[in-house]
């Protein structure tokens, strides 16, 4: 053998075991999702307690490590976001609206993907005198997730536009105090001066156990039919970057629906561990998953009414031509099971 071609072997050699050894030493991928208190968010608890994207994420040949730190608001999670600190956040269409605004047409241009759950917002009051919207005066006081811009906060003006007309969609703001959901149905049930709690499930639900509770409004009431609450988005660039790993988000979320519908009972235990919850039980839990208005699915629903109305009253500056524009074309082919 020729010295010439031993040299070659060798080099051969040496290049295929650097490619092998830096393959071996490559760091995985990490993705960090935020996640927060509410059943909305119970998918999400499934998928981390079972370990389902990292799993969907292995059968594409990706090394995943994910994260999911706890974060309750909308902008936190959108700073992070333009951070780089998370890849992916759940949060409601408020959230999709703004950070859309804010980015369209740059290579960081955020645009939303799968549902992430369609429940029901629920406005409960233990004032007695408060029957519709219009009852409410600058005695009451009103619990939402963040004054003027959580998903609470945009349907209270939602309902104050219809109930008083579009330039009084902004009365009833000054009645606003934001509270996390927790903190929110204590008030409500405590004779604090807040009697007015606008919230999500479980919460929802518990307080109306109370028999001085009542409800003044129900969001999909508000929208005209189911509405999701909370759904994903992320920006172009990891998107397009990374369309397994979005393939198996698709893949996780589906499974963790499966989960829930299958195994209800597990699912509530999964949520109560998630919470550390030891004040309430399974059967607590179990009562507000069989609401027949709590759905989890990827579809987005309603969601370009919300940002319709963000862009009446100027809270964004762009309108969407269609519910499209807000997604990417991943989602496309939900239309077919009603997405809007």
């Known amino acids: 053998m020729s010295n010439n071609r031993w040299k070659w072997i060798r080099l051969t050699f040496a290049l295929l075991l650097a490619v092998r050894v830096g393959a071996a030493g490559a760091a995985p991928m990490e993705v960090n999702i935020p996640i927060s208190f509410t059943i909305a968010y119970l998918p999400l608890m499934i998928m981390m307690e079972q370990k389902l994207l990292e799993k969907h994420a292995a059968k594409a040949g990706l090394d995943v490590v994910v ?5 309750a608001s909308a902008a936190p999670k959108n700073d992070a976001l333009l951070a780089g600190r998370v890849q992916v956040v759940p949060s409601g269409p408020s959230g999709l609206a703004v950070m859309w605004d804010k980015t369209k047409g ?6 939303g993907l799968f549902s992430l759950s369609n429940v029901p917002l629920l406005l409960n009051t233990r004032n007695a005198s408060v029957k519709t919207i219009k009852d409410f005066s600058d005695k009451d006081k009103i619990q939402v997730a963040a004054v003027k811009v959580s998903m609470q906060a945009l349907t209270l003006q939602m309902a104050v536009a219809k109930a008083f007309g579009s330039a009084n969609y902004a009365k009833l ?3 606003t105090v934001g509270m996390s959901e927790p903190d929110g149905m204590a008030a409500l049930l405590s004779g604090h001066e807040v009697n007015s709690a606008f919230l999500a499930p479980p919460y929802a639900q518990w307080s109306l156990e109370d028999s001085r509770v009542h409800t003044v409004i129900d969001s999909y009431d508000i929208l005209g039919g ?3 609450f909370q759904l994903f988005y992320a920006t172009t660039a990891f998107v397009q970057e ?3 790993v979005i393939e198996a988000l698709r893949s996780a979320l589906v499974e963790a629906n499966d989960f829930i519908k299958k195994d209800p009972r597990a699912a509530a235990a999964v949520y ?3 919470n550390n919850d030891t004040k309430h039980t399974v059967e607590d839990m179990l009562k507000v998953l069989k609401d027949p208005k709590v759905e989890f699915s990827l579809v987005p629903k309603n969601v370009k009414k919300y940002v319709d109305f963000m862009y009446d009253v ?3 500056k762009r309108q969407p031509t269609s519910w499209e524009d807000l997604f990417f074309p991943v989602v496309y082919p939900l239309k077919s099971e009603g997405a809007s």
């Open 242 to 244: 990374n369309p397994k």
């Open 67 to 71: 994260g999911y730190p706890r974060m």
């Open 272 to 274: 109560l561990k998630t």
């Open 106 to 111: 740059t290579p960081m241009e955020v645009r």
């Open 173 to 175: 703001d000054p009645l």
């Open 226 to 228: 189911v509405t999701t």
């Open 314 to 316: 100027g809270t964004v």
